[in-house]
């Protein structure tokens, strides 16, 4: 007896500050790729289908997205940038990164 089948992945990739196109609000969107493995005695070998999106975290809508539109998205980074130390900046000007703007 052979089992196979397929299962599900979901990896979040970025959270992004964009202007939903369902509910015109600036909001957090995060930017997710879903890749489907194929899957045989429960080991994933190799993916069968990748697909990306973005979903507004104001009103819940999720936009399809190409590839090509996920990596230029991925690329201007808005606010996972790194800082230099391993963590990210969160989009804190240059002169600012790693100090807590809560502090005197």
Known sequence: MIIFGTK?????????T???????????HALR????KFTLFFVPLFPVSTKYST???FC???QKLVKEQADRLLAQGDGWQQDGQGGPSYGLPQGQQG??????
């Open 33 to 36: 790729k879903r890749v489907t």
């Open 8 to 16: 599900g992945y979901l990896h979040q990739l970025a959270m992004l």
């Open 99 to 104: 100090q807590n703007p809560y502090q005197r």
């Open 18 to 28: 964009l202007v939903c196109g369902s509910c015109g609000n600036p909001a957090a």
């Open 55 to 57: 979903q507004c975290t």
């Open 60 to 62: 819940g809508a999720e």
